[in-house]
């Protein structure tokens, strides 16, 4: 079948396409490189899907979703399609499966991870495979100044050259005008390919309730007593918030479960598996729930804790209502939120301190050079996303360039006897490939290799030991695990002044400070704009509602908008002082600095705590719920007095 409708109807059972799903579709079939824009539930994924079964070639799919990777494939496999996924959560016969699909050229869809294309051996396996259409998913993570900037995103754009990808489709649910240009103009995607469907879901009935701490739980408690029964999500921010309200919730009892990150992901799946197949069941969970689950009939939605931002709003009550059916979506506003939320924000930037001693490690490198991510994470206390945003930045001003992952550490089970393998090649490889046998420590099953000891013994470079060990891998000769990657890139200018630099640098993260409070702002001010909420949100992302009001509104619906209760900071009293003075006085090298105890005592972990196994410390947390600056202001005067 060539026919787009004739696939959609056969292999999807579907008798029409929604929205812009067929333009979309249309222009990646002409060859065009695309952006589709779709609110949660608007059909993305068909966008590829379908397009993938009438192109030649493998379709790659980049998405940081490993839960959505399963279930798309999932369904594409009961439809006869081959698709696989290529990630750290299948074992080592899977991916060899995969791999050798790969090379056989059977498959016609690939999930991977952005991370996976920083993966010089994932890479290698791709260079034979004519790629027709990479997929970018969550596309907004491109854009630095997005909600959500993910480092690895940037790296896409490279990928897609070097695999020489015919045409590149960007999908996201939310992207704000500046966001879709800045992903066109990565991709070169032109104005005339940006396809993007209304946000308007007339189905949904949205609320903004104002309520302060006290009033919050019985609020709550009240909205799922007086509505009819029907699958409910609760979002909260923090996870012990979560197993309060889920707790609270089975006690008057509704059958209600916490799910968050802190959980074994065995026990998420079971949460969500049971979610799933039920009508009327209540999950309260971080944010991290309904990423790529597509439940339609999901009746609720609350926000016990202020979304951080209106990208994150919309994308989560894009959840409810799927099926069209009336849903209700209900943000219960307490601005003392506000405070640990915005501690979240200030405990991501590092200290300058931090940031000198990154930038001296890296740019006084010469050629060639690597680091080990988790190793300078720990060493100077910097979050490893915010080590690499600010690598990332390096690359951006030129000074260094990423040339790939190596792997710190091999093994290998030797599928034919070491004399038939180097009796395969010509006395010069036979020769290297000797070599680095000579520095394989033998384990009960396993071969191991420490690959920069071997390359430093032999004066070889890793990535050349690299190849050879990939080469007999796909050879079947050996079958070859990889762990713990060092980023290698190469030198390309030392600044002139590593001061200025530095003082770049520190300007980005206050800019990224600013732009996260100020998204959070934002959703404090639909709570208190007086006309249509709705009409308020679509503009955010660039959409004009067709008529003044959208009937479907607390404020359409006439109810009125009720002011914000006082934000309460409360003072630093004289028991708070003397718990900073004395964990000062315990010396612990992990807080040396006032910004380290302001992000401990807000109960921000860090690498440097959780390295030292302070986060047991019954300071850690104790002062949560005061402002963040307020804690670091005392800290510094506490420093200073000492």
């Known amino acids: 079948m060539q026919n787009p409708v004739e696939t959609l109807n ?39 899907q379908l397009p993938a079964l009438l192109l030649e070639g493998l379709t790659l799919v980049v998405s940081p979703l490993i839960a959505l990777m399963k279930d798309q494939i999932d369904f594409l496999v009961s439809k006869g399609v081959e698709a696989a996924r290529f990630d750290s959560s299948l074992d080592a016969q899977a991916l060899a499966q995969v791999r050798d699909r790969l090379r056989s050229g059977t498959l016609k869809l690939l999930y991977v991870s952005p991370e996976r294309l920083s993966n010089e051996r994932f890479v290698q396996s791709l260079r034979h495979t004519k790629i027709s259409l990479m997929v970018v998913d969550e596309a907004h993570c491109i854009s630095e100044w997005g909600h959500n900037f993910r480092p690895d995103y940037l790296k896409l754009v490279q990928a897609a050259k070097r695999l020489q990808a015919e045409r590149v489709l960007a999908l996201t649910a939310t992207a704000t005008p500046k966001v879709g240009h800045d992903i066109c103009r990565a991709f070169a995607i032109g104005p005339e390919h940006w396809f993007q469907d209304s946000f308007h879901r007339k189905n949904l009935e949205l609320h903004l309730s104002p309520c302060s701490e006290r009033e919050r739980l019985d609020l709550l408690l009240t909205r799922i007593k007086e509505r009819p029964p029907g699958a409910t999500i609760v979002y909260v921010t923090l996870q012990r918030t979560a197993e309060w309200v889920a707790r609270i919730l089975n006690e008057r009892g509704y059958a209600a479960e916490a799910y968050h990150a802190g959980m074994e992901g065995d026990k998420r799946h079971e949460i969500q ?66 405070i640990v939320l915005e501690n979240f924000t200030y405990g991501d930037t590092p200290t300058q301190e ?112 690299l190849r050879a060990l990939n080469y007999l891998d796909e050879q079947d000769m050996i079958h070859l695990e990889t762990k713990r990657f060092r980023k290698t890139y190469r030198m390309e200018q030392q600044p002139a002044d590593m001061e200025q630099v530095l003082s770049e640098c520190m300007k980005r993260f206050q800019q990224r400070e600013l732009a996260d409070t100020e998204r ?25 509602l067709a008529s003044e009001r959208c009937g479907h509104c607390d404020t359409c619906l006439g ?65 949560e719920e005061i402002p963040f600056h307020d804690i670091l202001t005392a800290c510094e005067a506490n420093s200073e007095a000492g």
């Open 10 to 48: 056969a292999v999807f059972g579907f008798d029409a396409f929604r929205g812009k799903q067929e333009p979309v579709i249309g222009a990646v079939l002409d060859g065009h490189s695309a952006l589709a824009v779709f609110p949660t539930g608007g059909g993305k994924s068909l966008c590829y």
């Open 273 to 338: 598996d049971r979610f799933m197949g039920a009508k009327d069941r209540i999950v309260v969970a971080t944010i991290a729930f309904g990423m790529g689950i597509d439940k339609a009939d999901i009746r609720y939605v609350y926000h016990f804790n202020l979304p951080k931002s209106l990208e994150n709003y919309a994308q989560e009550i894009g959840r409810a209502g799927r099926d069209g059916e009336p849903a209700i979506c209900e943000v219960l506003v307490c601005p003392q939120d506000r």
């Open 354 to 465: 931090t940031v000198a001693a990154v930038l001296q490690e890296v740019l006084t490198q010469a050629g060639e050079f690597h680091i080990a991510p988790v190793a300078m994470s720990r060493e100077h206390d910097i979050r490893p996303l915010v080590l690499a945003t600010l690598l990332t930045w390096l690359e951006l001003k030129g000074f260094i360039t990423a040339t790939g992952n190596i792997p710190a550490e091999v093994r290998f089970q030797t599928q034919r006897s070491s004399g038939e393998i180097l009796g395969s090649f010509d006395p010069e490889r036979s020769r290297f490939l000797r070599q680095i046998f000579t520095h394989v420590k033998k384990g009960t099953q396993w071969l191991n290799l420490d690959m920069f000891a071997a390359a430093e013994a032999m004066n070889e470079d890793p990535k050349r030991i």
């Open 520 to 544: 959070l702002q934002q959703v404090l001010s639909l709570a208190e704009h007086k006309g249509c909420r709705v009409a308020a949100l679509l503009a955010y992302f660039g959409e004009t």
């Open 559 to 623: 109810h009125p908008v009720l002011p914000l209760p006082p934000l309460k900071t409360a003072r630093l009293d004289a028991n708070q002082l003397q718990k900073i003075a004395a964990l000062r006085s315990e010396t612990h090298p992990a807080l040396a600095h006032p910004r380290q105890m302001a992000r401990f005592l807000c109960g921000l972990n860090s690498p440097a705590t959780t390295r030292d196994r302070l986060t047991k410390h019954e300071a850690f947390g104790s002062l």
